[in-house]
């Protein structure tokens, strides 16, 4: 069966580290990675999409690894800060042209000041 | 970035009412949009994809008698919970991609909170 595995244990981490993410897949042959922030009570927001043809992307302090092989993408957020501390989605298609992206449950990062 | 709004925020609703949530793409058209479920602490769950002008399509499981969906205009999708109970308690979010496919990201709604007594 088809599954998107996100870590269900917080991750707490101090002000200024490098926080890691990690998503995987398991028989998915997505064409995209995406990734969204969660706050509570709120509306998931877009942060990075990247494609089955690259290995990395960077925005800011955020960078994602993707490697189709492990079926695996890493999230890092560097220099992180207790206002990064939310959930953080991962989310995948299902290849195939439908480009509907399918959630993983998300973790839960705290960044303690 | 491209506004999704919601409304209402938050409904407290009697088992057995119909409840109405509006999805609106602010300053976009959107001729696709999508609703999802929400439990606590569980993933978005994908319940149906909502199209301009013709019929939305409904996830395995969704009922669509149950939550009727209407897509009348390009920047504005209905979903209703129609006879409303405890266990459709949950909170619903709506997105919408921004142009076509294949879409670069969804911009989401902040969320509507159903709560069935």
């Known amino acids: 069966s088809q599954k998107i595995e996100q870590n269900s244990e917080a991750l707490n981490i101090q002000e200024g580290k490098t926080a890691t993410l990690t998503c995987n897949y398991t028989?998915?042959?997505?064409?995209?990675l995406q990734w969204y922030r969660q706050d509570p009570g709120r509306g998931p927001v877009f942060l990075l999409l990247?494609?089955?043809?690259?290995k990395e992307k960077r925005k800011e302090r955020l960078k994602v690894t993707f490697d189709t092989t492990l079926k695996q993408s890493l999230f890092h957020i560097t220099a992180s800060q207790p206002a990064d501390s939310a959930t953080y989605l991962c989310a995948l298609d299902n290849g195939g042209g439908s480009y509907i992206p399918t959630f993983g449950r998300g973790t839960s990062l705290i960044v303690h000041p | 970035g491209a506004v999704v709004s919601q409304h209402p925020s938050w409904v407290i609703c009697k088992s057995g009412t119909s409840v109405k949530i509006e999805c609106r793409s602010l300053?976009?058209?959107?001729?696709?949009m999508f609703w999802y479920r929400q439990f606590p602490k569980q993933s978005l769950m994908l319940m149906a994809t909502?199209?301009?002008?013709?019929?939305?399509?409904?996830e395995q499981g969704v009922e669509k008698d149950k939550f009727l969906i209407n897509h009348a205009s390009l920047t504005l999708s209905t979903l209703t919970v129609t006879s409303a109970h405890p266990e459709d308690s949950s909170f619903y979010i709506c997105?919408?991609?921004?142009?076509?496919?294949?879409?670069?990201?969804?911009?989401f709604g902040p969320g509507t909170r159903l709560t069935v007594l």
């Open positions: 028989n998915y042959s997505p064409a995209y």
């Open positions: 909502s199209n301009e002008g013709s019929k939305a399509t409904y």
């Open positions: 990247i494609r089955e043809n690259e």
């Open positions: 300053d976009f058209q959107a001729t696709t």
């Open positions: 997105s919408a991609p921004q142009g076509k496919v294949p879409y670069n990201e969804q911009f």
